[in-house]
């Protein structure tokens, strides 16, 4: 069995080869000796082979040395952020790598720690004994990553996703943003890393609110189904799920409801784990109001009775849709609505306008038919 005064003599040899800080030393002999602790060990090796703590280390050049003071920037990062799990990556010199290699192979040392993961395993155990947080390797809550090139560290947390519901009275709100001219959505200076420009969007708005709730950066937004800035939205609303990239209150309290003016309500916020795997498949009601080229009466739009069931898509390549329910009434010579409720993916334009679609609106009355704009309700997830 190797003795402490077997590993000081070997020692002795490695300090009369390379200056070596107390911590790489105590790390070259960690496995022989069973111990853990690195700088402790090392330590005592050099006191018993009588040498005075070098100027500069062989391998790390300080590095070890300088953890704490990293860690006291981890910690300041992070002092505004909640999180209970964490993630330590480290960059280090290649002249460090290089001479870590090489002490490495000349001693033989395979299965020894090499100085990169002894940096992040030494980080960590600092970081957690400062903020209580437990490292964590997958799905840390943040994930902290330190230059040791030129001393910088950052930080970026795991998404949160909050899914909730919303209804809009306004016929001039669009729903979606427009992406931010420079970085086409990515995030840049020029839109403060949302992405998008302008204002007074469906979009921007949630955006908005949601961002400052948990102090996120970005937006992204899983919607169910879309709308023109001329549809209202009523009823239950319209489901959506945003993913909060960067958050830094990632346990903010939600809302049951929340008004963002211009008749645009946010219903039921709540935390979801994730995005879900395919896009998710939804019915809703659409009120759609048309106008027609000439004038029609009550009695012409009797035709509209039969056409509830299914009807063929030709269009991108033949379906059959379903209208689970329809009914209609006239608002003028001129001017009907008609309201069904249908699947995600009913194409309603082409079903008033056009031919592709089996029965359709304008062949079933027999006049040409105008789609002007749909308003739209309860749009429910099918199960
Ligand atoms: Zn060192
Ligand atoms: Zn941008």
Redesign the pocket.
């Known amino acids: 069995m190797t003795t402490i005064r077997d590993l000081a003599e070997a020692a002795v040899k490695t300090f009369g080869e390379y200056a070596?800080?107390d911590?790489?030393m105590g790390r070259i002999f960690s496995l022989r000796a069973g111990l853990a602790d690195y700088t402790r060990l090392g330590k005592r090796l050099r006191s018993m082979a009588g040498y005075a703590p070098p100027k500069k280390?062989h391998?790390?050049k300080?590095?070890?040395a300088e953890l704490g003071a990293h860690c006291d920037e981890m910690v300041r990062l992070t002092s505004d952020v909640e999180f209970s799990t964490f993630l330590v990556g480290a960059t280090l010199k290649p002249s460090v790598l290089d001479a870590d290699d090489n002490v490495r192979a000349r001693y033989a040392l395979r299965g020894t720690p090499g100085a990169k993961s002894d940096v992040t395993a030494t980080l960590s155990k600092m970081f957690s004994r400062r903020t209580g947080a437990r490292p964590a390797l997958t799905l840390a809550d943040i994930t902290l990553k330190v230059d040791l090139r030129d001393g910088s560290v950052s930080g970026e947390t795991r998404p949160v996703f909050v899914q909730a519901r919303y209804t809009k009275e306004s016929r001039t709100m669009p729903q979606k943003a427009d992406r931010c001219g420079v970085c086409a959505g990515r995030g840049c200076m020029r839109c403060a890393y949302r992405g998008t420009s302008g204002t007074g969007s469906v979009e921007n708005s949630i955006s908005g609110l949601l961002c400052d709730m948990t102090g996120s950066r970005q937006a992204r937004f899983l919607w169910l189904g879309s709308e023109d800035a001329g549809s209202t939205v009523s009823g239950n609303g319209r489901p959506f799920i945003a993913k909060l990239v960067c958050p830094s209150r990632r346990r903010a309290r939600l809302f049951r409801q929340r008004s963002l003016g211009e008749g645009l309500v946010v219903h039921d916020a709540r935390y979801v784990a994730s995005l879900p795997k395919a896009a998710p498949r939804f019915s809703f009601t659409a009120r759609i109001r048309i106008t027609t080229d000439e004038d029609i009466d009550a009695g012409a739009l009797r035709g509209l009775r039969t056409i509830a069931g299914d009807v063929t898509d030709y269009g991108t390549r033949t379906r059959i849709r379903k209208i689970h329910s329809s009914s209609y009434k006239r608002t003028g010579p001129r001017g009907f609505q008609l309201v069904i409720r249908v699947d995600s993916g009913f194409p309603l334009r082409r079903f008033v306008e056009s031919s592709s679609i089996s029965p359709n609106v304008t062949d079933v009355l027999e006049v040409r038919c105008r789609y002007d704009v749909a308003d739209f309700a309860d749009i429910e997830l099918a199960r």
């Open positions: 070596l800080c911590h790489c280390c391998v790390c300080g590095v070890f």
